[in-house]
């Protein structure tokens, strides 16, 4: 065995994935935001997961009279288009990595994914919860 061989174990079980957060925006227009889930991708393991939160007393501070239950429901669809199968509709039936590439291509909705980012992961589930601890209120 090699000094390198165990770095070269540890570095061979790391996977690359991408993630997005989602972001509502009450009033388009005015481009004000508030983070409301993580979506995570990771091709090696067939991972396609999401974590939300959505926190109606920062929504309502951005705008008094945004949808708090239209907002939730948006952000429980990326969710749900997460998880695939029947109740995905369309969107389900395709692979976890074509449903990533819908979930955060560009919108200009009040629910808008972010940019997407890259990292390296030995556990996608473990990493998702790190990234929503830290990105989401």
């Known amino acids: 065995m090699t000094a390198g061989s165990g770095s070269d174990a540890q570095a061979a079980a790391r996977h690359a994935f991408e993630y997005s957060v989602l972001r509502a925006v009450p009033r388009v227009e005015r481009g004000e935001l508030v983070n409301v889930g993580v979506l995570m991708y990771c091709q090696a393991r067939d991972f396609l ?23 939730e429901a948006a952000v429980e669809a990326y969710a749900c288009v997460c998880r695939g199968g029947r109740q995905a509709g369309q969107a389900g039936a395709i692979t976890t990595g074509q449903r ?20 390296l992961t030995t556990d ?14």
Do not use: K, N
């Not at 979930?103 to 980012?117: E, I, K, W």
């Not at 996608?124 to 209120?137: F, G, Y």
């Open 49 to 71: 997961e999401a974590r939300t939160r959505v926190v109606a007393s920062r929504l309502l501070a951005l705008d008094p009279e945004a949808d708090v239950a239209g907002i």
């Open 124 to 137: 996608p589930a473990a990493e998702l919860d790190r990234l929503a601890a830290r990105l989401l209120p």
């Open 100 to 119: 990533f590439r819908w979930l955060t291509a560009p919108r200009s909705t009040v629910v808008q994914p972010g940019p997407v980012h890259l990292g």
